[in-house]
């Protein structure tokens, strides 16, 4: 006896299966992300929400509420933080955006002011096109845009609009 079969998909029905569903696979509340090597703490990430969107093409984490972020060096020592309102990590890359109100602050008690950075965490890199604001203990420098090292002591800003001495009037009594 020969059975023969057929089997046909309704078109309809099959985009609907294979519509990627943008909802987040994963919510998390009161995260606390702590990441270490060779038993140092290397970064300790404070958000009072995430979103984890792994299952779309491009995987991302959002950080929608705000994020900080303490950096610390290969001692153990923190040597910047990062705090800015909403943050998004595309996953494969790695690469990290930081709006509304980014602040970073080094060691050295430099701060940067933005509104808009990102962050390579694989290659130890900040940079930005957009206004940024840097407040030294004796200068403020405005420009547009930046690149700085992940713990924000080397900097260079690309297009430097002003600059402001702190202790000139100091320096001319």
């Known amino acids: 006896m020969l059975f023969l079969s057929s089997c046909e998909n309704d078109v309809g029905e099959v985009k609907k299966l294979a519509a990627v569903d943008n909802s987040p696979m994963e919510i ?26 792994s299952q779309l093409e491009k995987p991302y984490r959002l950080f929608p509420k705000n994020i900080n972020v303490n950096f610390y060096d290969k001692e153990g020592n923190e040597n910047s933080r990062l705090r800015a309102n909403y943050a998004k990590q595309m ?3 790695q690469i990290w955006e930081a ?9 050295k008690g430099e701060q ?17 096109d957009a206004y940024v604001k840097i407040t030294t203990p004796d200068k403020i420098i405005e420009g547009n845009g ?7 002591t080397d900097y260079q800003i690309k297009d430097i609009i002003g600059t402001i001495n702190l202790n000139e009037d100091e ?3």
Request: proline content about 2%; aromatic content about 12%.
């Open 99 to 107: 709006k509304g109100n980014v602040v970073v602050l080094n060691k």
């Open 146 to 152: 930046f690149e700085a090292n992940q713990d924000f």
């Open 171 to 173: 320096e001319s009594n």
């Open 91 to 93: 996953m494969n890359t």
């Open 28 to 53: 998390q509340e009161d995260l606390v992300l702590e990441y270490s090597d060779s038993s140092f703490t290397r970064l300790l990430l404070k958000a009072p929400l995430a979103e984890t969107y």
């Open 112 to 128: 940067i002011n933005t509104e808009l950075m990102y962050w390579d965490q694989k290659k130890g890199l900040i940079y930005s």
